[in-house]
């Protein structure tokens, strides 16, 4: 079983930082691709970014130079660093994980709970 529990969100004014934080646990044998997803109400859930374990990273547009993902692989956690926040970055934040089991061979994604994030104009 894994359980991905995510941290750091909630009302920051415009401008302002957050760093999110998400924590993998369970038989994880290793962890391959981790990103965090958004989803705003009434829109469908959206790629924020996303890391490799080696630590290659992918930006969607709208958060390139503000927002930086990182990871701790002895950690089993990933990090969203988001800078100069605007309101249209409100949403739900979901982090992902593409997890290898301890005594399975296939990766599966799973998902945590999701932290809110809500900036204020």
């Known amino acids: 079983q894994v359980q991905l529990v995510e941290s750091g969100g909630g009302l920051v004014q415009a401008g302002g930082s957050l760093r999110l934080s998400c924590a993998a646990s369970?038989?994880?044998?290793?962890?391959?691709?981790m990103g965090w997803y958004r989803q705003a109400p009434g829109k469908q859930r959206e790629l924020v970014a996303a890391i490799t374990r080696g630590g290659r990273t992918n930006y969607v547009d709208f958060v390139k130079g503000r927002f930086t993902i990182s990871r701790d692989n002895a950690k089993n956690t990933v990090y969203l660093q988001m800078n100069s926040l605007k309101p249209e970055d409100t949403a739900v934040y979901y982090c992902?994980?593409?997890?290898?089991?301890?005594?399975?061979?296939?990766?599966?994604?799973?998902w945590g709970q999701g932290t809110q994030v809500i900036v204020s104009s």
């Open positions: 369970g038989s994880i044998f290793s962890i391959n691709v």
């Open positions: 992902n994980a593409d997890v290898l089991l301890r005594g399975w061979g296939t990766p599966a994604p799973y």
